[in-house]
């Protein structure tokens, strides 16, 4: 098969589109010829070996989307031919077949493209993740999603109305602003401007948020503690280095800072979000933003658009 190896870390350059060997399933496997490939910031941090050390060679990607090819033995809920989205890969995905545990593969509704599955793995769980089991979203809670225009923030915008929440979003451009007023935000502020904190107190009545999604804790972790309501809650999905803040911001409301990754999810919180993004994706409820599409042999090429600045939805691979 045609697969995107990497024989050290580095640019766009140590992509290489080459041959790779052909795959088959084990017990408890499943082999998927895939239609559509998502592209994510941490393939990008892996390329260029921020992540943990990897044997040479080695495929990128965690997303993809297509169709069930072959199974191995102990696998019954899945089928040859079953339309799938997958999130997570034994072999990884930048490649026209990728091999899976039959956990990391998924149901994808006949009327949700390939494309689409392959936006939702990494983007739309880590939103189920943050909202529904870190942050413990309640119906009425008033959430805040820094920096709400990007592809998780996106998807945490979907969720938050499937959860009944008031929602702000924040984002620096007057694009990303409108493209949080489409997905639903009641509360929409430039989080450049020098008085947005002042802003969202406002609309609060003074009493504070219940819960932040920060995307970028560095810059404004501790800001957020000063804007949160009793017992709110920040859930850390970003970080690009340490911050300074004020314990007893925390203190005084009884405040919780919450850490999370995606890879420490149990089972469980595996199950139970997958299963609350399928009955989104089947109401018509969750729906991802594709950008640019771009030929597999042109991986180097698409993770050079996904590092541009700006708000233009999923970038895809296509095999």
Partial sequence: MKAIRIHEFGDTSVLKFEESPSLTPKAG?????????????????????HYA??????????????????????VSLTKVG???????????????????????????????????????GVPYFTAQYALAIRGQARRGEMVLIHGASGGVGTAALQISRTLGLKIIGTAGSEQGRAHIKREGAQYVFD??????????????????????????AN??????????AKFGRVVVIGSRGPCEMDPRDTMSRNASILGMSIFNATPEDVRAGHAALASGLKQGILKPRIGNQF??????DAHAAALEPGTKGKIILIP
């Fill in 191 to 216: 989080h450049k401007a020098p008085d947005y904190l002042d802003q969202i107190m406002k609309v609060t009545e003074g009493r504070g948020v219940d819960l932040i999604l920060e995307m970028l």
């Fill in 219 to 228: 810059v404004n972790l501790g800001k957020d503690l000063k804007i949160l």
């Fill in 82 to 120: 079953d339309r799938v989205y997958v999130h997570g890969s034994l072999s990884g995905t930048y490649a026209e077949q990728t091999l899976c545990e039959a956990t990391q593969v998924h149901p994808l509704p006949d009327t949700v493209s390939f494309e689409w599955g392959a936006a939702i």
């Fill in 295 to 300: 030929p597999l042999a042109q991986a180097a």
């Fill in 53 to 74: 050390p990897r044997t040479f060679p080695f495929i990128l990607g965690l997303d993809g989307a297509g169709l069930v090819e072959a199974i191995g033995p102990d």
């Fill in 29 to 49: 496997q499943v082999l998927v010829r895939l239609k559509a490939i998502g592209i994510n910031p941490v393939d990008i941090y892996i390329r260029a070996g």
